[in-house]
């Protein structure tokens, strides 16, 4: 969740980190630091609360720079957001260690340090790491051996680089459960918490597998495996540009974002299908033989990949006949599980590094599941390495922290694995086709959506002095519901919850008032007639209803019903079709409210740790 950028080069590496820095702002953070050798031979460092801009600010007041250094955004787990508990810690002026993770065993280590008389200056986890390397090295061990011996005291997740004073020529990295990425250079290399930080300065990376243990210099990467016999990565190029995690001309991430959808989708969808037919060999070379025996469903995910793994639930079991089961990972963990006879077991992750989704596939590993089939944006991620079957959704980078592409990417790839599946379980050539026809025109129908801005940030200016919203849908609809609720409480900190519209009698309508605006997802079809009736339960109650209706849907505006008509959607994508509006409606509602739409509050993109 935190952010590391380091590097060693020949040139002053301060700028470049602050930049990689700036790059992973979308990650969530609270404060950031920074930690270089001078020319000196000196360790510097500087930290703040805050942006990563008011560090930058810090450096222009209090000059530092040189060849070789850590930084850090850092996302609170162990302490308070403070100066102190920022990252790099330092130990005696003469190590410091940037970390993401949670070291579980810290308070042992940390009462074991203070017999030995190290005085602690943070409240964090991290600053154990920094003084068992110190000590390492006080023994008479080099840097490597120092982190190498540190890391095996550990328990939990890290991701680690250190440097210290008597190596000013050696950067080591280390990654256990965190993701890692090293860029690599001409008489220069870097090290990142993902890709994007270093695209100014390399397109060339090399992926640390689980455990895996860098020596860096200017000229050499040595690269080490958990047993400790020296290995080769491969080094692979990016076809991501400097500036393919811009802006634009777009006012914030999450709208480029919502508009980047149509196109996100076509990419997705780029080459799986053939005809009025889903190729099962995207999925993996054994997928064919994989999808034959399969006999239930089983989805792990968090967050957003939740809802998607939701909406799937209702397409596989309507469309397939298969059971299908959806689970929050983070419970998936710590019960015991009965697992039905091929069983295929299904993770939806955006980063692919998710670490309750990447324990939750561990864990299956050994259940007894038949095969494990992972949904990813990123081909390098941990899931992606770990899972037998992969289908990528090519969303591109995904840099506001309220996912929009992700989501309709996700669940357009899930709607592939349906057909894929659904073909050995009775799904005919005639509904193949009828959906594959559906998801072929559906980049263009999101594109007609999002010609519903203008009147969506009309729409949105009802909810500026609201506090709380409800929002409702039935069938597949339901999680699309839950995804806008999701979605306005993320960035507008509006109060917000989801029901399935059935279920209002059995609680929720003790809520309606005038104050509390009630929205509504209704595509034209067989529950139609059942929701017009629970909406008008609401305005019995005096309530405020915010429609989002299919053109066919018959849904009249009134003096307490606005509604916003949605081009004829056909069912079987109308899910995927009706989040856009929602997407819309929260980012205008954030506008207004002038919170920070791209970073919301206590929230970061890749979790990272439980």
């Keep these: 969740m935190c952010g590391i950028v380091g590097g060693i080069a020949q040139r002053d590496v301060a700028p470049i980190l602050i930049e990689g820095l700036r790059r992973l702002e979308y990650r969530g953070y609270d404060s950031a630091g920074l930690a270089v050798l001078d020319d000196n031979g000196q360790l510097r460092r500087e930290r703040t609360q805050g942006k990563v801009q008011n560090l930058a600010d810090q450096l222009v007041e209090n000059a530092l720079g040189g060849n070789i250094g850590v930084a850090h955004t850092r996302w609170a787990t162990h302490g308070e957001p403070a100066v102190r508990n920022a990252h790099p810690h330092v130990c005696r ?29 943070s409240d964090t986890d991290t600053e154990v790491i920094v003084h068992a390397v110190y000590d390492h090295l006080q023994r008479g061990g080099n840097l490597l051996d120092a982190v190498r011996q540190t890391v095996a005291g550990l328990q939990g997740a890290y991701a680690l680089g250190v440097i210290a004073v008597d190596e000013p020529d050696r950067l080591i990295v280390t990654r256990h459960g965190s993701p890692l990425v090293i860029g690599v250079g001409i008489g220069e290399h870097f090290i990142a918490s993902d890709v994007y930080a270093l695209l100014p300065v390399t397109q060339r990376f090399i992926f640390l597998e689980e455990g895996d243990i860098a020596d860096l210099s200017r000229d050499e990467i ?15 190029e990016s076809a991501l540009s400097g500036d393919a995690v811009g802006r634009g001309g777009y006012r914030h991430y999450m709208l480029k974002e919502i508009y980047e959808q149509p196109r996100a989708i076509a990419d997705t969808l780029e080459g799986r299908l053939s005809g009025d037919s889903v190729l099962s060999n995207v999925f993996g070379a054994d997928a064919q033989d994989i999808f034959s025996a399969v006999e239930a469903i089983q989805i792990v995910a968090c967050g957003t990949s939740y ?52 324990a939750a596939l561990k864990l299956a590993k050994k259940s007894g599941y038949a095969a494990s089939l992972v949904i990813c ?22 840099i506001g922290v309220a996912s929009t592409k992700a989501f309709t990417t996700q669940l357009t790839a899930l709607m592939l694995l349906v057909i894929a599946v659904g073909k050995h379980r009775g799904l005919g050539a005639d509904m193949e086709a009828e959906l594959v026809q559906e998801l072929r025109k559906l980049p263009g129908i999101c594109e007609q959506v999002l010609g519903l801005d203008e009147e969506i940030a009309e729409l949105a200016e009802d909810f500026n002095d609201k506090h709380h919203a409800l929002f409702l849908g039935r069938g597949a609809q339901y999680p699309v519901a839950m995804e806008g609720a999701l979605k306005l409480k993320e960035i507008s900190y509006i109060h917000a919850e989801a029901y399935p519209a059935g279920e209002l009698k059995h609680g929720p309508l003790a809520l309606i008032d005038e104050d509390m605006p009630v929205i509504a997802v209704a595509p034209n079809n067989k529950l139609l007639e059942k929701l017009q009736s629970n909406l008008e339960e ?5 309530g405020k209803l915010y429609v989002f209706a299919d053109s066919r849907a018959n849904m009249a505006p009134s003096d307490d019903i606005k509604v916003v008509k949605v081009d004829n959607t056909e069912t079987g994508i109308a899910p995927i079709v009706f989040t856009i509006p929602l997407q819309l409606l929260s980012y205008h509602v954030a506008v207004l409210k002038g919170t920070d739409v791209d ?3 206590n929230l970061a993109k890749s979790v990272t740790v439980e």
């Design 93 to 121: 002026n003469s190590v410091a260690v940037v970390h993401n993770g949670i070291i579980e065993n810290h308070a042992e280590l940390r009462r074991q340090q203070q017999k030995q008389a190290h005085v602690f200056t």
């Design 222 to 236: 040595r690269i080490y495996d958990k047993t400790g016999a020296r290995v080769e990565r491969p080094i692979k």
């Design 307 to 358: 809802h998607a793994g939701m909406v799937a639930r209702y397409w596989f079991e309507g469309l397939t006949g298969l059971p299908c089961h959806i689970e929050v990972a983070s419970e998936f963990r710590y019960r015991k599980h009965v697992v039905a006879p091929g069983t295929l077991f299904v993770t939806i992750s955006q980063s692919g590094e998710t670490a309750d989704t990447l």
């Design 377 to 398: 944006n990123v081909p390098e991620s941990s899931l992606v390495r770990e899972s037998d079957l992969v289908l990528l959704t090519r969303a591109g980078p995904e």
């Design 538 to 542: 609401v305005r019995a109650r005096g």
């Design 599 to 601: 970073q919301p509050r």
